[in-house]
């Protein structure tokens, strides 16, 4: 599962949709195709002023009757577009047959030496009367040009004198749209052109073409006396699909005054006498192809795929893709969401500027297909990431911290990962008379484990409560502490008030054990605040959060020494200093804890004083100044007077500080003592 979740993951799906886009398979053509559609559908109309087309439409019929019509009809109508002084006449007919009407004749006369060009069709089952033309070679194209296995062309007598025959064969992608038209094809050794460039051929008044061929392909054909026009290798040219001509009726000649000087092409549109192919545009008549392709030809309109379009395409395929993982990886989701609409946006944007500057065909769709999925797999995976982080830290910490600390580290795991520097109060709690609670168990461990759980569960609430963070168990001891993670401004206050609670928990802890007929156990505390350094922790096999600082050894240290002072809440200076406003402190020494040099005041806390205590207090303080001018014999006095004041909670302390100021009375003190009691034990 790790594995699987691994955010790395994600550049297997890079490779995975790079390699598919190299294979360049029918999905990744196709949707190359179909992206190329979209700029055609997206293109700004351009009306054409030098072709226009003649229709025999339903009119027409209605006017000439059935079709096909006797070959004399269209002969009268190329006779009335050249009265009317139109350029190239184009038929993109097929005259196969001899007229059965025995009009044939009338049209030879027509169309001989009358600026006429027919068509002719490749075939895969019939070859006759095909028209070839000549073609002046550079390199050898042959092997590049699209083959048919046989030509059908017009009858003899139409091929022999028409000014052009070209060819009304598209070629279709492997959708079955056409996008591209080639401008010649073979059968074995003969090239035959397309209807478009024979117009221009007959327009210049050329006998044949010229074509430049390398290794590679077709690289471009010219006429002479004509600009060269750019192919693909195969010698096809892209068809720019925005062009709109004007269209007449073939039953109204009284209209053909529109179109002097223009090519006019004569064109079947009635139901049921035409073929329709596919464009990007949608459904078109057989011979819009050769229409388009030739108004491409006199705009200049070329439209290419340059040779790097493929490498630089898969490059961004691999390259957008790496960048998504990256994105999605480390970046905040408020970045990474409108990351993946900009980068889409800019390949897009790419893709257009392309075609609308250069003419070029650039396929953005695997790059944006890299985008989507990559990034759909990128935020999956860092979400399922992150679930199983917030798991993780629930696991580790929903018995340590309060619901808000967890959840809190949940929304911000770096937290726990880069941890952090801040002043915090510690607190360390021990068990006081675990022996004869154990004693009473006997051979009974589960018992006493359970009741040491419960123990831990009572002093670890109030804990809990206050938004701490329980930092370890260390057997029956414990350490806490406030301020970290979560911040908590008051926290040497909070640190005291949990301490008292604690030991209001272990009260009412001993309350249910003791009905149990168990001893009743006893707790100590120790609290100080100071600097601390928290975050995760340990060996790269076993790591926890914790928390290091010569405060938190301080701490450690001021609470081992709870038994020996006989308090149950020793409090550290540092924390005093912060809430002695809040709480009735008593001080209880000044102590050089073990390792240090520097004495520390030390405090034990009252929680319920009345006035009486205050005066109370007074004469502690008494106590300790008497203390620290040596006046061991007037200090005695003072603790005998004060033993069972306090409720009595301070009897041992006072008990433990005669023995302290009979100790003194036998050493040999400078006269500038200052009453720091430097311990030698933990």
């Known amino acids: 599962m ?14 995975l949709i790079t390699l598919f886009h190299l294979s360049n398979n029918f999905v990744v053509e196709t949707a190359r195709l179909k992206s190329f559609d979209l700029l055609q559908q997206n293109d700004t109309p351009v009306h054409s002023q030098d072709i226009a087309i003649v229709e025999i439409d339903e009119a ?3 006017a000439y009757g059935q079709w096909p019509w006797k070959r004399t009809v269209l002969a009268d109508l190329i006779w009335q577009l050249r009265e009317a002084g139109a350029g190239i006449i184009v038929l993109p007919m097929l005259f196969s047959e001899y007229d059965r009407l025995e009009g044939d004749q009338d049209l030879l006369d027509a169309i001989v030496g009358n600026g006429v060009v027919i068509a002719q069709n490749g075939s895969f089952d019939a070859d006759r009367n095909g028209v070839p033309r000549g073609v002046a070679k550079i390199g050898d194209p042959i092997p590049f040009l699209f083959e048919w296995d046989g030509m059908l062309g017009p009858i003899p007598e139409f091929g022999e004198n028409a000014d052009g025959v070209g060819v009304l064969n598209t070629v279709p992608e492997i959708d079955g749209v056409v996008r591209r038209l080639p401008m010649l094809m073979r059968i074995g050794e003969d090239v035959y052109p397309s209807i478009a460039i024979e117009v221009i051929r007959v327009a210049m008044g050329e006998q044949s073409y010229q ?7 077709i690289d471009k054909m010219r006429v002479p006396g004509y600009s060269p026009i750019q192919t693909d290798s195969n010698g096809r040219v892209w068809l720019r699909w925005n062009k709109t001509f004007d269209t007449l009726s073939a039953s109204d000649p009284t209209q053909f005054g529109t179109l002097a000087g223009k090519t006019v092409i004569i064109g079947p549109t009635a139901a049921g006498i035409s073929n329709v192919i596919a464009s990007p545009l949608g459904g078109q008549w057989i011979y819009m192809p050769a229409a388009v392709s030739l108004q491409n030809i006199l705009d200049g309109d070329t439209v290419s795929r340059p040779w790097w379009a493929q490498p630089t395409e898969l490059g961004l395929t691999l390259i957008l893709g790496i960048i998504i993982v990256l994105i999605g990886r480390f970046t905040p989701y408020w970045i990474a969401g409108p990351g993946l609409f900009v980068l889409t946006g800019s390949v897009v944007g790419g893709v257009w500027y392309a075609w609308t500057q250069h003419l ?5 769709t695997m790059a944006i ?18 679930f199983f982080e917030k798991q993780k830290i629930k696991k580790q910490f929903a018995g340590y911290a309060s619901p808000t600390v967890v959840r809190m580290l949940q929304e911000n795991p770096e937290l726990i990962k880069q941890g952090m520097k801040r002043e915090i109060s510690i607190c360390f709690s021990d068990l006081r008379g675990f022996t004869p609670l154990g004693e009473s168990f006997g051979d009974d461990v589960q018992g006493l484990t359970r009741i040491m759980n419960g123990y831990m569960d009572a002093i670890t609430q109030p804990i809990l409560d206050a938004d701490g963070m329980v930092i370890k168990y260390i057997g029956d001891a414990s350490m806490h502490v406030h301020n970290a993670p979560t911040e908590d401004p008051y926290h040497p206050d909070t640190a005291v008030r949990t301490g008292l609670e604690m030991l209001t928990a272990v009260e009412k802890f001993n309350q249910k054990i003791t009905a149990e007929g168990r001893p009743p156990v006893g707790m100590g505390a120790g609290i100080n605040t100071g600097l601390g350094y928290l975050g995760e922790m340990g060996s790269t096999k076993r790591h926890s959060y914790d928390v290091l600082g010569d405060a938190v050894s301080t701490a450690a240290r001021i609470e081992s020494k709870c038994k020996e002072y006989g308090c149950l809440l020793l409090v550290g200076g540092a924390t005093v200093a912060q809430c002695k406003q809040d709480w009735f402190f008593l001080k209880i020494d000044d102590l050089a804890v073990k390792g240090k040099s520097v004495g520390i005041p030390i405090y034990t806390v009252i929680d319920d004083m009345d006035e009486l205590d205050r005066i109370d207090q007074t004469n502690h303080e008494t106590m300790h100044r008497l203390y620290r001018a040596q006046q061991f014999d007037r200090a005695i006095e003072m603790c005998n007077s004060l033993e069972n004041r306090f409720h009595g909670k301070m009897r041992d302390y006072y008990h433990m500080w005669i023995e302290r100021c009979e100790f003194q009375k036998t050493q040999d003190l400078p006269s500038d003592w200052d009453g720091i009691f430097v311990a030698t034990t933990k």
């Open 369 to 386: 297909a890299a985008i989507t999925l990559v990034g759909l797999h990128s935020v999956f995976t860092r979400f399922v990431l992150e």
């Open 60 to 62: 027409s019929i209605e």
């Open 2 to 15: 790790k594995f699987l979740t691994h955010w790395t993951l994600a550049f297997v799906t890079v490779v």
């Open 211 to 217: 074509v430049k061929s390398s290794e590679g392909g």
């Open 360 to 364: 070029y065909l650039i396929d953005g």
